[in-house]
């Protein structure tokens, strides 16, 4: 619940790029996933240095598990609590956990039972943190302005993705693995006076309406009920659920087998990988331009169409810059559906159940999706790359039948800009 020092009354409020309060949040959000991305990049060279292959691998995917058993109850925490409060606290404790890891590595060597806890510990406290994030958006700015806003925040993970990698192994390089850790927690550490001064919005009678908590596990209860009774939130989460185990472990592990298999080596794997994100990029900044388009569940559908389309011929393209062609058409695509799905899902959620939602879509991405990882590698080892990207991408495809099936999401619209306001 807002408290009156920090509720940001309801009003016709600038856009989205303009708004001071938005660009605080989006500013401390980019610092905070830069730090994020540096973390991984110093958990990933520590382990590298100090243990074998396998061990590397163990302590990379420890961070995971936690995140995955515990989203959902980050997602009650989240509606029970300020969602502003709650990032604050576990920014605070990652940052804190950070700093103390790079302490101890500038006096002694990384073990692997040291690395392993600390991915442990991260990934539980992200479990606090990634519900609550998703969940603020529709709390610092007008249902007008999600669309802009869902473009801007892909733009920022796209950013950090840039530019955390090689601030991170520019740390590693100068002062080895405490400097890198170092980084990451200052980055961290820099989101936080930012959000402090981030005002959220009075929800008025909505917000007044909002029922009294009960135990944990009914508002889990109350929330899946929630998600599942409603008309277009169901069936997008659904869709997107899909959508990521079909198309995350081919773009991922599989793309890599494909690379490996056609020969285009490493370079060609990059070429690949920077024209995916370049589509991504353009499909986050044409949302934050134009932070509105007509029909929205109807290209929703067809984006993620596109996309499933994309996902399968890329395994039949004879050559390198024709698979680089249709990496980027499947980036663009799935750039566009994913800001969709996520600007619809949070206009149409109570603000009571938001953490609640977020954390079932983010469980999806971060506790589903992965397991499809191994058994994209094992059926390519089994038959090859061609079949098993055209069966992942029709599987796939069965979101676009669950979206169109769904009279919701056909109709569905993102809020108009409120006259008046200037873009």
């Given amino acids: 619940m807002a408290t009156p020092e920090t509720a940001l009354p ?8 303009r708004d001071g309060n938005v660009l605080r949040w989006l500013t401390a959000y980019t610092a905070s996933l ?3 991305s540096v973390y991984f990049v110093a958990l990933g060279w520590s382990a590298q240095k100090a243990v074998g292959p396998t061990e590397v691998g163990l302590v990379m995917a420890s961070g995971a598990l936690p995140r995955a058993l515990l989203m959902l109850g980050g997602g009650v925490v989240a509606d029970r609590f300020d969602p502003r409060r709650v990032i604050l606290g576990s920014d605070a404790l990652r940052c804190l956990l950070i700093l103390a890891v790079a302490a101890v590595i500038a006096l002694t060597a990384p073990a692997l039972w040291m690395l392993v806890s600390v991915a442990l510990v991260f990934g539980a406290v992200d479990a606090l943190f990634v ?4 969940a603020l958006p529709p709390l610092i700015t007008s249902p007008d302005q999600l669309a802009r806003v869902t473009g801007m925040r892909a733009l920022a993970m796209r950013l950090s993705q840039i530019a955390g990698p090689p601030i991170g192994g520019l740390a590693m390089g100068l002062g080895g693995p405490a400097a890198a850790f170092t980084v990451a927690g200052l980055f961290i550490a820099l989101s936080l006076p930012l959000l402090l001064t981030t005002r959220i919005r009075s929800l008025g009678a909505r917000e007044a309406e909002k029922p009294e908590p009960g135990t944990a596990r009914q508002d889990l209860l109350d929330g899946l009920r929630y998600l599942r009774r409603h008309r277009l939130i169901g069936p997008l989460v659904v869709a997107g659920a899909i959508c990521e185990l079909g198309l995350v472990g081919t773009l991922n ?37 134009a932070g509105w388009l007509p029909r929205a569940g109807l290209v929703l559908a067809g984006t993620l169409l596109a996309g499933c389309a994309g996902a399968t011929a890329i395994a039949l393209v004879p050559t390198l810059w024709l698979a680089a062609v249709v990496a980027g058409v499947i980036g663009l695509n799935a750039g566009v559906f994913g800001s969709l799905d996520n600007a619809l899902i949070q206009t149409a959620a109570d603000p009571a159940y938001l953490g609640r939602v977020t954390s079932v879509v983010m469980l999806t991405m971060v506790g589903l999706a992965p397991l499809s990882y191994p058994l994209v590698g094992a059926a390519i080892g089994a038959w090859g790359s061609a079949p098993v990207f055209v069966g992942c991408g029709l599987f796939a495809g069965l979101g676009v039948v669950i979206a169109l099936a769904s009279g919701a999401v056909r109709h569905a619209e993102l809020p108009r800009q409120r006259p008046g306001v200037a873009v």
């Fill in 10 to 17: 309801e009003r016709a409020a600038a856009p989205a790029h």
């Fill in 34 to 36: 830069v730090g994020d």
């Fill in 131 to 134: 519900p609550a994030v998703g």
């Fill in 253 to 289: 592990v599989g793309m890599l087998l494909l690379n490996a298999e056609r020969g285009w080596g490493p370079s060609g794997y990059g070429w690949i990988v920077s024209s995916f994100s370049a589509g991504a990029a353009a499909s986050a900044s044409l949302l934050a331009i």
